[in-house]
């Protein structure tokens, strides 16, 4: 544990934190003993952070660039990398260690991490970790990237396929931790349907898996 609050630049007054922001289902389902409520923490405050981060650096950008760097910078992929930096994978406690490698995981873990610093030492000491890990990859990006729904919307009007159509097949899960199933369908081309934790990233999900089917047809 210690070498991982090296890596961390953060010392936990209270050590079981850190333990159970590292633990997976599969080994301890006891809702208090494994990351799981942590993660939910996390995935708020982490929200707070890089939209509070976006909202000071860039004051000029408009609300809809302003989505558009913060759902790059929340999303499982590039939360997963974040703790792929910090080797998070190799401190785990899972049954399997196929586990070790899972981007679904690794996102949650990353979040859980987050919210176990922010419990143990405070909103400053979350701030910090964040902008630690996060001010380099806002500062890569320095225009506001396209997200798929917007660059799905360009390819059809190009393309004369009309708008896309975005609607809501499914919900599944808890209230805390719902899976939206949202299909997006174009004129002559079907549907294909994406999942997310809300149903804007079910939306962009969905988006990304038609401009693939777009690109290769």
């Not at 806002?138 to 190009?158: C, G, R």
């Not at 708008?163 to 719902?178: A, R």
Request: charged fraction near 30%; aromatic fraction near 6%.
């Amino acid at each position: 544990m210690e070498e991982l609050e090296k890596i961390l630049k953060h010392q936990f007054k209270n050590k079981t934190l850190l333990k159970k922001a590292l633990t997976h289902s599969s080994v301890n389902s006891h809702v208090a003993e494994n990351y799981e409520r942590l993660e939910f923490l996390g995935d708020r405050v982490l929200g707070m952070v890089v939209a509070s981060l976006l909202f000071k650096l860039f004051p000029h950008e408009p609300e809809g660039n302003l989505s558009q760097r913060f759902t790059g910078l929340v999303c499982k992929e590039t939360v997963s990398q974040v703790a792929k930096t910090l080797k998070l994978e190799k401190y785990l406690v899972v049954e399997s260690d196929e586990i070790r490698d899972n981007e679904n995981v690794l996102c949650d873990v990353c979040e859980a991490v987050i919210a176990a610093i922010y419990v143990d030492a405070g909103i400053d000491a979350a701030i910090e970790f964040v902008n630690n890990h996060w001010r380099e990859l806002i500062d890569k990006n320095v225009a506001p990237p396209k997200d798929a729904k917007t660059l799905l919307q360009e390819v059809a009007h190009a393309k004369n396929l009309g708008t896309p159509q975005y609607e809501l097949v499914s919900k599944e899960g808890s209230e805390h931790e719902p899976i939206f199933h949202i299909a997006v369908s174009l004129k002559n081309k079907g549907q294909e349907v994406g999942q997310g934790r809300n149903k804007k990233l079910a939306e962009f999900a969905a988006a990304a898996k038609m401009l693939e089917r777009l690109k290769h047809g």
